[in-house]
């Protein structure tokens, strides 16, 4: 609860129309696409400048109030429920694209301008800005920044750490500082820019952001690629990588993600084979010709059984909207649907699909898997009910077993998806303790009252929890 | 509010909110860029189709109370519909919507001169046609003794809000009683039949906006349909059933169901995108009527909005000629969102000869009519409509074309707010069509 003191000092430098505690308010932003995660804040504050943002983190640090940063609330890992009550920061007012530098290649934007209209805007100008979760829709650049989010182009392109050159962060004590810049160049001192690149909210508040842009690429095609056997699909990710060709995208789907997805996406799809790769490179004509040949060559060799080339770009858009809508179309079958993002490195991503099908029938789990298999990151998606409660502890430890079986294949417990409150119990398998705590030290630093978005990426007890609702 | 009354609402929320379906939300917001009144109110969650969802489940879950404010974010919401296509989960959204406005508006004390004004509509107007030809003929009385000159002009209209202030001098002048009392029940093609149809007349289309509703017969004639107009149908309910009030909605179809069973036709055709998407849902409003679901689903699955079958008619590849002039589309949202019938529509106004069509950007985001949104919420429901009247101005067009009279009224709406009456012109679908096609036989 906050008093009445406070609420008239928030409301003082926010202007009351961006100030809301109802408990409906309260209610809409105690979640996000996280399931079983839900905590009530106390109240919503919508500063509408950097200003007011420092203002607001100084009067919560004075008081001593959690400060929840949120975007679009579309993270999968409870990075933004208040789990300790307090504020929820919104960014509504500081959704600005400040400028696109045509000669430096740079944009620079405040964090509430979404994704895509990021993405459109540059492209407009003929430049490219990779990293396209499949949120883009709807998520935020500030929420992309502080997830490190990747996306369908990460193979080749990276993540959105590979794109961030320079920040502006207010900190937990209220201070405003900027990190790198338009430079090419920097070792002025420690990389605070990829410190905070990731950082889930919990070290301060990005106000701004400047972004690296590349030249377009010329020209792009789309491989369909078709299996009746997993591994053999599998294999051929592995294969294609060993063979140095570094496709834009290499998407991995089995049988029961490809059922929904045309299921909702009506396109076409073929539900009968048991596994299929979307496969996408980009760059001049000449060497995507050749790539694209040199990779249905390798798909032939592994077994797949149907290779087709998308003939427009619509095709090949409706492949891609198909893919990114996996993840809530396999949310139809079952009320619960579970979501994690364990990594290998790409050499062990046939392992690791099998690994996984091995765990769902051990625990008697249905568990779906899509994925970025290029960068060795898969979805593993468990379709269960949360009413269910014996169901739900095999879930858990299925879980449990594939983040270990990750790690032991030299992988992590989050690939993309973020540690928050959900995967905080776990961070220990790829940290050790000792990794935990120097972590712990540099929060310390930044946030000695813990004040940036508490409960998420230190666990307060080493208790496992996947899915029980706090 | 008082605690009884919301004590009495957050039990029936337990008892009759689908609650698997409220399960089936997982949180993703694919639907957040869709959403009109998301947009509008400055991205606030409580005015997304995720929060409104969510707020319907922490009611059931005993999270909160079904107060003001929870009732307020279900108020604001058009139901346009326009969340369901982009949610990949499939969650039906509708109906949720409809079950819980049902529910609240059910336990409401009538205090509200909204529900006065509700009640006067839904019970005692639209269910009855005879009342609705004679109101509309006191509109047309009104309209055309002087009385409508008086009122302008003694600033008794200044006194209501904006949107009910422009409705006023955009509602088309009404047909006499007469006509309206006189209607045909069974006509023949022009040439040969191809098909046999029934017309599904709608109260609002068989009053006020009658001279759509003949030409949408003539269209059909000359596309080769016989046409039967059984005389006992009645409202479609959309209406009633939108603002929840259910009971009326169920009798209602019960009506339709039977008015159309003995027809025998091969479609039964609507030229109100609002009215036929509520027609093709009887099933799911009758399923827990004894006997009712087959028949009703029966009756569903022979709806088809006028512009699918002059699609399969190949009406399209007849003459069709207008003056040079730049035409737009604006969607109906019910039309696209749950009769997924958006193609056809601009397939036939590409056809006409003279005419441009340009897409107007985001041509099928709502324009705020819904139903009486915009009567009871007339600032949103403003808002979103000048939202609208940019993209029309940007397409340049002279005529926006719309499939559905409350859309034909907001966008009439508008053009008169925006002083436009003189450049642009809002028109229904089958008036242009009809217009094209006598042009070109005219030549
Ligand atoms: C269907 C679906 C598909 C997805 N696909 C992908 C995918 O392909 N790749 C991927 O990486 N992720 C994916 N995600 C996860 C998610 O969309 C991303 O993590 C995204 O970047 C979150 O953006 P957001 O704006 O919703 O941020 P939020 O969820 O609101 O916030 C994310 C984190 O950022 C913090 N934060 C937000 N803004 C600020 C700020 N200005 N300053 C400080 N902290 C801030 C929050 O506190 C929180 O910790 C997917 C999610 C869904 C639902
Ligand atoms: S798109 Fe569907 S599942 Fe996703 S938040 Fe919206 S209603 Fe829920
Ligand atoms: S029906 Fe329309 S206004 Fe209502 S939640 Fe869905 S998109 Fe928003």
Redesign the interface.
Known sequence: MLTKEIKQQLTAIVGPENFAD????Q?????????QFQAMPDAIVSPRNKVEVAEVVKCCSQHRIPLVPRG???NLSAGTTPQQGGIVL?F?HLDQIVEIDEENLTITTQPGV?TLELIEAVEAKGLFYPPDPS?M??SQIGGNINENSGGLRGLKYGVTRDYVMGLEIVLPNGEIIRTGGKLAKDVAGYDLTRLFVGSEGTLGIITEATLKLIPMPETKKTVLALYEDIDAAARTVSKIIASRIIPTTLEFLDQPTIKVVEE?SNIGLPTHVKAMLLIEQDGSTQTVEKDIEDISEICRENEAIEISVAKTEADAEALRTARR?A???L??LK???ILEDATVPRSEIAKMVKAINQIARKYDVEICTFGHAGDGNLHPTCLTD?RNKPEMERVEQAFEEIFQTAVDLGGTITGEHGVGAMKAPYLHLKLGEAGISAMQGVKQAFDPYNIMNPGKMFAKSSRKRVVVSP | MKTAEKQRIQQQFQEKMDYDELLNCMRCGFCLPSCPTYIESGKDEAHSPRGRIALMKAVVDGDIEPDEEVKRSLDMCLGCRACEPVCPSGVNYGHLLEQARDIIYQNQQPSLPVKALRKAAFKGLFPHHNRMIALTGMLGFYQRSGLQTIARKSGVMKMLPESMQLMETVLPSVPTSKLMKNRPRHLQPAATTKKKVAFFSGCLMDTVFLPTNDATAKLLQYAGCEIVIPETQACCGALHGHSGEKQQAKALAKRNIEAFEDTEVDYIITNAGGCGAFLVDYGHLLKDEEGWQTRAEKFASKIKDISSVLIELEFHKQNLVLENEVITYQDSCHLKNVQKTFMEPRQLLESIEGAAYVEMKDAGRCCGSAGIYNLVESEMSMQILDYKMKQTKAANAKTVVTANPGCLLQMKLGIEKEGLTKQIRAVHIVDLLLEAYENSNKQ
Do not use: E, H
């Open positions: 109802s408990k409906a308010s209610l809409v932003y105690s979640f996000d696409a996280t399931p679009s609330g579309t919104l509504k979404n949120s829709k709807i909702f809508s993840l809530s179309a949310a139809r009320p619960t649907t949360a």
